[in-house]
């Protein structure tokens, strides 16, 4: 079973940057697409940014232009560079891995506070 951790929260300064990483086991980690999702305090999950098996990348609206995604398939692991955090980026982030197969499994999240 793919079990996906990960792992960077914390809390920074708005304008602060983190990076956040989501390691996964599996020899097949080159083929699954992956996503970054959040959670704010009663709001419901969104796609923050997605990374294809190519390494196409989408990112919603709200993140354009502050945050990165990226993979790194020799380490298992693909990455959310987040830049210029502002209060409203508080939120549990979590990792998403869809297998070739259409599974999808899920972390368990990190929590990133952003205070002003």
């Known amino acids: 079973q793919v079990q996906p951790v990960e792992s960077g929260g914390g809390l920074v300064q708005a304008g602060g940057s983190l990076r956040l990483a989501c390691a996964a086991s599996?020899?097949?980690?080159?083929?699954?697409?992956m996503g970054w999702h959040r959670q704010a305090p009663g709001e419901q999950r969104e796609l923050v940014a997605s990374?294809?098996?190519?390494?196409?990348?989408n990112y919603a609206d709200s993140v354009k232009g502050r945050f990165t995604v990226s993979r790194d398939n020799a380490k298992n692991t693909v990455y959310l560079q987040m830049n210029n955090l502002k209060p409203e980026d508080t939120a549990v982030y979590y990792c998403?891995?869809?297998?070739?197969?259409?599974?999808?499994?899920w972390g368990k999240g990190t929590l990133v506070t952003v205070f002003s």
């Open positions: 990374i294809t098996i190519s390494s196409s990348t």
């Open positions: 998403r891995i869809t297998t070739p197969f259409g599974m999808d499994y």
């Open positions: 599996g020899s097949i980690f080159k083929l699954y697409a």
